[in-house]
């Protein structure tokens, strides 16, 4: 699993949330999933930690939201997740750099 455990169902609005940047990476680990064409079924265990076959709905819905999150992270929600995102890594960044 990449993340912290995940809530049965993303955020929604639009709003970006501290939840997002918690889960950035299970976010691109389900584009890259659904981008390749994998099965949900196959991968849910890995990304989401939850097994698809002991807990086939909850694990559907966590999925499906989740994607659903990750795609209006990269879409329409791009502006709001670059500036939630945008102010702590640069301060990092300029830490280390120093």
Do not use: K
Not at 17 to 41: F, H, I, K, Q, S
Request: charged share 25%; net charge negative.
């Amino acid at each position: 699993m990449s993340a912290q455990a995940l809530d049965a169902t993303a955020p929604s609005g639009n709003t970006v949330l501290d939840y997002d940047r918690r889960n950035l990476l299970t976010y691109a680990e389900l584009l890259d999933a659904a981008d390749a064409g994998v099965d949900w079924r196959d991968r849910a265990l890995d990304i989401l930690g939850i097994d698809p076959i002991a807990d086939a709905d909850r694990a559907r819905c966590c999925w499906d939201s989740h994607l659903a999150r990750a795609r209006w992270i990269i879409g329409e929600g791009l502006g709001a997740a670059i500036e939630a995102f945008g102010t702590l890594p640069r301060n990092v960044i300029r830490r280390s750099v120093q």
